[in-house]
């Protein structure tokens, strides 16, 4: 069974004091939403300030912490980076391969993939995005042919522990959501070549009006939310909805 995952993407958001303010709000929020993997990703410099806020010895379990992007060196001259060594002190998961980090910053597949190596072999869980530009008739052949090559070398055992998070780059923040059914199709045509251990959210456009149509899906096993993150009754509610949907589907709490 696969455990869902709700996760806020904060990007380029937030004073420390704001940071702090979401933060414990969330971890206050989600103590008694067990069925769920909440996870937050704060910018870079906010990430220590935050785990101290959260992970406060093994009594948050259920809640985790992201980075947002990293090089995948362990250390050197790269100025303005994160590496592998530094997230593992903090977090346990990083977003790789955002459109924005694609379409802004010029990151290349392979750069990407040297990431996804990098996180795998430092014990941290990628959360590698993948989506097209447009959405036309080949938009699900591309976004399986540009997955498999982010993926390129890594093992059919290491293919479990990736989440993916299909984002289709039209949808995100522009409040143009996807269909929960096209989300669907697109995310069960990649789970052709990934196992059925993977988890693979849908990002672009989430809140909590969608939510339950998308947590729904056979095939989607939670939410990389942007926009609606930053706001804290908000990711909540759909914290909620997700842990009701896993009820629904028989979960455990994780850690009764
Ligand atoms: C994102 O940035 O990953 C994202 C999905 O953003 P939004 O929810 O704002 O569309």
């Known amino acids: 069974m696969r455990t869902k995952i709700i996760a806020g993407n904060w990007k380029m958001n937030t004073s420390l004091a704001d940071a702090h303010i979401l933060a ?106 993948v989506g097209e530009d447009d959405q036309t008739e080949t938009s699900k052949q591309i976004v399986l042919d540009t997955l498999r090559k982010l993926l390129d070398g890594v093992s059919e055992e290491d293919i479990k522990k990736v989440v993916v998070a299909y984002e289709p780059v039209w949808a995100i923040g522009t409040g143009k959501a996807a269909t929960p059914e096209y989300a669907q199709e697109v995310i069960g045509y990649l789970r052709e070549i990934l196992s059925s251990d993977t988890r693979i959210l849908y990002g672009g456009s989430a809140n909590d009006e969608n939510a339950k149509s998308y947590l729904s899906q056979p095939d989607i096993d939670g939410l990389l939310i942007g926009g609606a993150s930053l706001k804290l009754k908000v990711f909540l509610t759909m914290c909620q909805i997700a842990d009701d949907i896993g009820q629904d589907l028989g979960h455990q709490s994780l850690h009764s």
């Open 24 to 129: 414990t709000g969330v971890r206050d929020g989600v103590e008694h939403i067990e069925r769920i993997e909440t996870i937050l990703c704060p910018p870079s410099i906010w990430l220590a300030s935050v785990a101290h806020d959260i992970v406060q010895k093994g009594q948050y379990p259920h809640l985790h912490l992201g980075a947002q992007n990293m090089y995948y060196e362990d250390a050197g001259a790269f100025t303005g980076e994160i590496s592998p060594v530094m997230v593992k002190e903090v977090a346990e998961y990083v977003i790789l391969g955002h459109s924005e980090r694609t379409h802004v910053f010029g990151e290349s597949i392979e750069l990407i993939n040297n990431k996804v190596h990098a996180s795998l072999a430092h014990g941290i869980t990628p959360i590698l995005c």
